[in-house]
Nanobody, 124 residues
Framework: QVQLVESGGGLVQAGGSLRLSCAAS????????MGWFRQAPGKEREFVAA????????YAADSVKGRFTVSRDNAKNTVYLQMNRLKPEDTADYYC?????????????????WGQGTQVTVSS
């Protein structure tokens, strides 16, 4: 069973950047497709980005496409979410998740393991 820990969240001004990390332990992250999701106060959790087991295939939500990039370093057992040109509407708790599959999924229900989340606040 893999454990996931997110880090890198914080307070940033609109237009700024943050890089979130998701460190895995208890198992090799290379066995999993990985996803990032977010949940803003009073809203449902939503898909942000996902990456295949090998890293060759990535998906991103339309709302972040061109601004956010998901990547992974299987040797470091870590997945990243680079967030550029942040907007106040990106404010949310961000979660990484692992799916025991080759290809990434946009569906929350496909993911087997979740981290505790890291908070991102973007001020205007």
């Amino acid at each position: 069973q893999v454990q996931l820990v997110e880090s890198g969240g914080g307070l940033v001004q609109a237009g700024g950047s943050l890089r979130l990390s998701c460190a895995a332990s208890g198992g090799a992250v290379s066995r999993y497709a990985m996803g990032w999701f977010r949940q803003a106060p009073g809203k449902e959790r939503e898909f942000v980005a996902a990456i295949s087991r090998s890293g060759d295939t990535t998906y991103a939500a339309d709302s972040v496409k061109g601004r956010f990039t998901v990547s992974r370093d299987n040797a470091k057992n870590t997945v990243y979410l680079q967030m550029n040109r942040l907007k106040p509407e990106d404010t949310a708790d961000y979660y990484c998740a692992a799916d025991f599959a080759i290809w990434p999924s946009r569906s929350i229900g496909e993911y087997d393991y979740w981290g505790q989340g890291t908070q991102v606040t973007v001020s205007s």
